[in-house]
Protein backbone atom coordinates (compact mmCIF):
# COMPACT_ATOMS: atom_id res chain seq x y z
CA UNK A 1 0.00 0.00 0.00
CA UNK A 2 1.62 3.38 -0.93
CA UNK A 3 0.46 7.01 -0.21
CA UNK A 4 -1.08 7.51 -3.66
CA UNK A 5 -4.21 5.20 -2.71
CA UNK A 6 -4.96 7.69 0.47
CA UNK A 7 -5.24 11.49 -1.16
CA UNK A 8 -6.42 13.93 1.09
CA UNK A 9 -5.82 17.25 -1.22
CA UNK A 10 -8.49 16.10 -3.85
CA UNK A 11 -12.08 15.72 -3.11
CA UNK A 12 -13.17 12.65 -5.25
CA UNK A 13 -17.23 12.50 -5.74
CA UNK A 14 -16.45 9.14 -7.08
CA UNK A 15 -14.79 7.28 -4.52
CA UNK A 16 -17.79 6.06 -2.63
CA UNK A 17 -19.05 4.52 -5.72
CA UNK A 18 -16.01 2.63 -6.14
CA UNK A 19 -15.07 1.47 -3.01
CA UNK A 20 -18.88 -0.37 -3.14
CA UNK A 21 -17.87 -1.71 -7.05
CA UNK A 22 -14.67 -2.88 -5.05
CA UNK A 23 -16.05 -4.65 -2.21
CA UNK A 24 -19.07 -6.17 -4.87
CA UNK A 25 -16.37 -7.82 -6.63
CA UNK A 26 -14.92 -9.76 -3.83
CA UNK A 27 -18.79 -10.23 -1.41
CA UNK A 28 -21.14 -11.10 -4.13
CA UNK A 29 -19.13 -14.19 -4.97
CA UNK A 30 -18.12 -15.49 -1.68
CA UNK A 31 -22.03 -15.15 -0.73
CA UNK A 32 -23.20 -17.43 -3.90
CA UNK A 33 -20.83 -19.94 -2.70
CA UNK A 34 -21.64 -20.08 0.11
CA UNK A 35 -23.94 -22.66 1.56
CA UNK A 36 -27.77 -22.13 3.21
CA UNK A 37 -26.69 -22.83 6.85
CA UNK A 38 -23.63 -19.78 6.86
CA UNK A 39 -26.15 -17.14 6.21
CA UNK A 40 -27.55 -17.71 10.35
CA UNK A 41 -24.03 -17.44 11.66
CA UNK A 42 -23.49 -14.71 14.18
CA UNK A 43 -21.74 -11.32 13.09
CA UNK A 44 -20.02 -8.24 15.68
CA UNK A 45 -23.36 -6.91 15.41
CA UNK A 46 -25.44 -7.74 18.14
CA UNK A 47 -28.39 -9.49 17.31
CA UNK A 48 -27.39 -10.19 13.67
CA UNK A 49 -26.78 -12.85 11.72
CA UNK A 50 -25.05 -12.84 8.06
CA UNK A 51 -28.47 -12.52 6.74
CA UNK A 52 -29.28 -9.50 9.23
CA UNK A 53 -26.26 -7.90 7.95
CA UNK A 54 -27.42 -8.22 4.37
CA UNK A 55 -30.68 -7.15 4.48
CA UNK A 56 -29.86 -4.46 6.19
CA UNK A 57 -26.85 -3.48 3.83
CA UNK A 58 -29.39 -4.07 0.56
CA UNK A 59 -32.03 -2.25 2.55
CA UNK A 60 -29.92 1.02 2.79
CA UNK A 61 -28.08 1.16 -0.39
CA UNK A 62 -32.06 0.83 -2.45
CA UNK A 63 -33.13 3.79 -0.07
CA UNK A 64 -30.59 5.62 -1.65
CA UNK A 65 -30.48 5.10 -5.11
CA UNK A 66 -34.34 5.51 -4.94
CA UNK A 67 -33.76 8.66 -2.78
CA UNK A 68 -36.15 7.53 0.37
CA UNK A 69 -35.30 9.71 3.12
CA UNK A 70 -37.73 9.35 5.31
CA UNK A 71 -37.96 10.56 9.19
CA UNK A 72 -35.84 8.46 11.16
CA UNK A 73 -34.16 6.80 8.66
CA UNK A 74 -30.97 5.02 9.06
CA UNK A 75 -31.97 4.79 12.93
CA UNK A 76 -31.83 1.25 14.83
CA UNK A 77 -36.14 1.28 14.45
CA UNK A 78 -35.56 1.66 10.59
CA UNK A 79 -32.92 -1.19 10.27
CA UNK A 80 -35.14 -3.72 12.18
CA UNK A 81 -38.41 -2.94 9.80
CA UNK A 82 -36.04 -2.99 6.53
CA UNK A 83 -34.86 -6.08 7.98
CA UNK A 84 -37.96 -7.74 8.98
CA UNK A 85 -39.42 -6.66 5.31
CA UNK A 86 -37.18 -9.42 3.46
CA UNK A 87 -37.95 -11.89 6.23
CA UNK A 88 -39.63 -14.12 3.43
CA UNK A 89 -36.92 -13.46 0.69
CA UNK A 90 -34.70 -16.38 -0.13
CA UNK A 91 -31.08 -15.80 0.55
CA UNK A 92 -30.38 -15.31 -2.26
CA UNK A 93 -32.90 -12.82 -3.38
CA UNK A 94 -31.10 -10.55 -0.58
CA UNK A 95 -27.84 -11.48 -2.20
CA UNK A 96 -29.47 -9.91 -5.46
CA UNK A 97 -30.55 -7.12 -3.94
CA UNK A 98 -27.22 -6.09 -2.37
CA UNK A 99 -25.50 -6.65 -6.21
CA UNK A 100 -27.42 -3.83 -7.14
CA UNK A 101 -27.07 -1.22 -4.26
CA UNK A 102 -23.53 -1.86 -4.69
CA UNK A 103 -23.74 -1.26 -8.27
CA UNK A 104 -26.21 1.42 -8.29
CA UNK A 105 -25.52 3.83 -5.45
CA UNK A 106 -22.53 5.20 -5.93
CA UNK A 107 -23.78 7.50 -8.50
CA UNK A 108 -26.73 8.73 -6.01
CA UNK A 109 -23.75 9.41 -3.62
CA UNK A 110 -21.52 11.10 -5.62
CA UNK A 111 -24.35 13.57 -6.35
CA UNK A 112 -25.22 14.33 -2.43
CA UNK A 113 -22.03 15.92 -2.14
CA UNK A 114 -20.46 13.86 1.00
CA UNK A 115 -23.77 13.74 3.25
CA UNK A 116 -24.05 9.97 1.98
CA UNK A 117 -20.49 9.18 2.19
CA UNK A 118 -20.49 7.40 5.69
CA UNK A 119 -23.03 4.72 3.52
CA UNK A 120 -20.48 3.51 1.19
CA UNK A 121 -17.84 2.90 4.64
CA UNK A 122 -20.58 1.19 6.44
CA UNK A 123 -21.25 -1.10 3.56
CA UNK A 124 -17.02 -1.95 3.54
CA UNK A 125 -17.53 -2.57 7.15
CA UNK A 126 -20.14 -4.69 7.38
CA UNK A 127 -18.59 -6.66 4.64
CA UNK A 128 -15.97 -7.08 7.24
CA UNK A 129 -18.74 -7.88 9.82
CA UNK A 130 -20.16 -10.95 6.70
CA UNK A 131 -16.42 -11.94 6.27
CA UNK A 132 -15.38 -12.07 9.90
CA UNK A 133 -18.35 -14.52 10.49
CA UNK A 134 -17.42 -16.61 7.97
CA UNK A 135 -14.00 -17.03 9.41
CA UNK A 136 -12.20 -15.34 6.08
CA UNK A 137 -8.58 -14.09 6.46
CA UNK A 138 -8.24 -10.47 6.11
CA UNK A 139 -12.09 -9.33 7.33
CA UNK A 140 -11.74 -5.81 7.70
CA UNK A 141 -8.66 -5.98 4.24
CA UNK A 142 -8.71 -7.07 0.70
CA UNK A 143 -8.46 -4.65 -2.26
CA UNK A 144 -10.97 -2.22 -1.03
CA UNK A 145 -8.72 -1.22 2.16
CA UNK A 146 -6.86 1.56 0.48
CA UNK A 147 -10.15 3.23 -0.91
CA UNK A 148 -11.69 2.79 2.66
CA UNK A 149 -9.03 4.49 4.29
CA UNK A 150 -9.29 7.28 2.00
CA UNK A 151 -12.57 7.72 2.42
CA UNK A 152 -12.16 7.72 6.56
CA UNK A 153 -10.02 10.39 6.21
CA UNK A 154 -12.52 12.42 4.20
CA UNK A 155 -15.67 11.53 6.57
CA UNK A 156 -13.25 12.27 10.14
CA UNK A 157 -12.80 15.69 8.98
CA UNK A 158 -15.96 16.64 7.46
CA UNK A 159 -17.52 15.46 10.92
CA UNK A 160 -15.29 17.15 12.54
CA UNK A 161 -14.19 14.40 14.60
CA UNK A 162 -11.35 13.95 16.99
CA UNK A 163 -7.76 14.46 15.53
CA UNK A 164 -5.88 11.50 15.20
CA UNK A 165 -1.88 11.04 13.73
CA UNK A 166 -1.41 7.93 12.38
CA UNK A 167 1.25 5.77 11.86
CA UNK A 168 0.34 3.36 9.83
CA UNK A 169 1.65 -0.10 8.77
CA UNK A 170 3.39 0.03 4.73
CA UNK A 171 2.15 3.40 4.27
CA UNK A 172 4.71 5.99 3.71
CA UNK A 173 3.47 8.99 5.01
CA UNK A 174 1.28 9.48 8.19
CA UNK A 175 -2.74 9.95 8.20
CA UNK A 176 -3.96 12.82 9.45
CA UNK A 177 -7.42 12.37 10.57
CA UNK A 178 -10.17 14.55 12.38
CA UNK A 179 -10.51 18.01 12.74
CA UNK A 180 -7.67 19.43 14.73
CA UNK A 181 -8.22 21.46 18.00
CA UNK A 182 -6.30 24.46 18.88
CA UNK A 183 -6.02 23.55 22.96
CA UNK A 184 -4.71 19.88 22.42
CA UNK A 185 -2.57 17.82 20.56
CA UNK A 186 -3.67 15.19 17.95
CA UNK A 187 -3.66 11.35 18.94
CA UNK A 188 -1.25 9.27 17.94
CA UNK A 189 -1.55 5.63 16.57
CA UNK A 190 0.65 2.98 15.43
CA UNK A 191 -0.41 -0.02 13.73
CA UNK A 192 -2.22 -1.69 10.83
CA UNK A 193 -4.71 -0.18 8.63
CA UNK A 194 -6.96 -2.66 9.28
CA UNK A 195 -7.15 -2.36 13.02
CA UNK A 196 -7.69 1.34 12.83
CA UNK A 197 -10.85 0.73 10.59
CA UNK A 198 -11.42 -1.77 13.36
CA UNK A 199 -11.16 0.81 15.98
CA UNK A 200 -13.16 3.62 13.77
CA UNK A 201 -15.97 1.13 13.39
CA UNK A 202 -16.37 0.21 17.10
CA UNK A 203 -15.13 -3.89 16.14
CA UNK A 204 -12.68 -5.36 18.39
CA UNK A 205 -9.33 -5.36 18.30
CA UNK A 206 -8.41 -8.11 20.44
CA UNK A 207 -5.41 -9.90 19.57
CA UNK A 208 -3.87 -6.59 16.95
CA UNK A 209 -0.78 -5.47 17.72
CA UNK A 210 -0.98 -1.19 17.87
CA UNK A 211 -0.32 1.99 20.22
CA UNK A 212 -3.38 4.54 20.92
CA UNK A 213 -2.24 7.34 22.65
CA UNK A 214 -3.97 10.67 23.92
CA UNK A 215 -7.31 9.53 22.78
CA UNK A 216 -9.06 6.32 24.16
CA UNK A 217 -10.76 3.88 22.06
CA UNK A 218 -14.54 4.80 22.19
CA UNK A 219 -13.41 8.32 20.99
CA UNK A 220 -12.82 7.21 17.61
CA UNK A 221 -15.79 5.68 16.99
CA UNK A 222 -17.43 7.25 13.77
CA UNK A 223 -20.75 5.10 14.41
CA UNK A 224 -21.01 4.85 17.90
Not at 109 to 117: H, M, N, Q, R, S
Not at 121 to 140: C, N, Q, S, T
Request: hydrophobic share 45%.
Amino acid sequence: MTTDAVRDDIRDPELPGRLLVTERDALIPLLRARPDEDFALRTACPGWAVRDVLAHCSAALMRVVESRFEKGVFSPECNDRDIAERAAWSHQEVVDELERGMTEAGAAIAKAGGVLDAVALGEWIHAGDVREAFGEPGAYAGSGLPLALELLVRISRDRGHVALHADVDDLDTPLVLGAPAEAAPPGRYIGGASTLLRLYSGRHVVGARYELAGVGERELNLFG
